[in-house]
């Protein structure tokens, strides 16, 4: 029986490498994206080519049109994992207030919103699982990037209170909070700022997309069948 999987972000450095390890896992796959219609494309052709069905859907998380018609395209599913999302690095005082409803769309909202219209679907699967990719931000905060740690936090609070409400629907909630994870979303930062991170993490170098991608399949596999609301850090050290 196809267990299928939705990966959002599925374009991005992270969503990448969690489709290609679920999909290597046996797992059918839609795969979301936005803008990375190429790339998304480049990947649903290496992914069939290994046997995985895959179905694509564009859909534009920053609005609450794009998280409907995400909903409506699922069909069969058994788990969920939220990858998309964009950083925004500013003064607190600089940031727009569009920009804060983008990042609360984005990174809140649509997936509330995806869930919540899912829920049926993942109660009648063997073994349902949501997880979001949150970020050590979410868990410590950043100067600079307050917005955006703002969002990282309510991820959190969000999957620790509908992981108790969705226990006994046997559906495990979780997330993962990655630390600096060397992905063009780090593009923005030079080679020699790029150093000085590596150099303040404990095991002295940045994260690999496939060690993300490693940690939420294991949070989605019945190898974790008694872990739910959790937080698993993958930062290295980093802020602990």
């Not at 990858?83 to 500013?90: L, V």
């Not at 509908?162 to 046997?170: F, G, I, M, R, T």
Request: overall charge negative; hydrophobic content about 45%; charged content about 20%.
């Amino acid at each position: 029986m196809k267990r299928y999987a939705l990966v959002t972000g599925a374009s991005g450095g992270i969503g990448e490498e969690i489709s290609r390890k679920l999909a290597k896992e046996g797992w059918s796959l839609y795969l979301q994206y936005y803008q990375g219609r190429e790339k998304i494309e480049r990947l649903q052709q290496e992914l069939e080519e290994t046997g995985a069905e895959v179905i694509a859907i564009q859909a534009d998380l920053t609005s609450s049109a794009g998280a409907h018609f995400l909903s409506s395209q699922l069909f069969s599913l058994e788990a969920a994992v939220f990858a998309g999302g964009t950083a925004h690095y500013s003064l607190f005082q600089e940031i727009e207030e569009e920009e804060m409803d983008k990042l609360w769309q984005l990174h809140v909202k649509s997936p509330m919103m995806i869930i919540q219209k899912a829920i049926p679907k993942l109660r009648k699967a063997v073994s349902p699982s949501v997880v979001l990719v949150s970020s050590i931000w979410g868990q410590t905060g950043a100067a600079c990037e307050v917005a955006y740690s703002t969002v990282k936090g309510a991820q959190i609070a969000f999957v620790k209170a509908l992981a108790k409400e969705l226990a006994p629907s046997s559906i495990r909630v979780n997330a993962i909070a990655p630390g600096a994870v060397n992905t063009p979303m780090m593009a923005q930062f030079s080679p020699e700022e790029k150093a000085e991170i590596a150099a303040d993490i404990p095991m002295g170098r940045l994260g690999a997309a496939r060690e993300i991608a490693e940690a939420v399949y294991f949070v989605s596999s019945p190898a974790a069948s008694y872990i739910t609301g959790q937080v698993l850090a993958v930062n290295g050290g980093w802020y602990t």
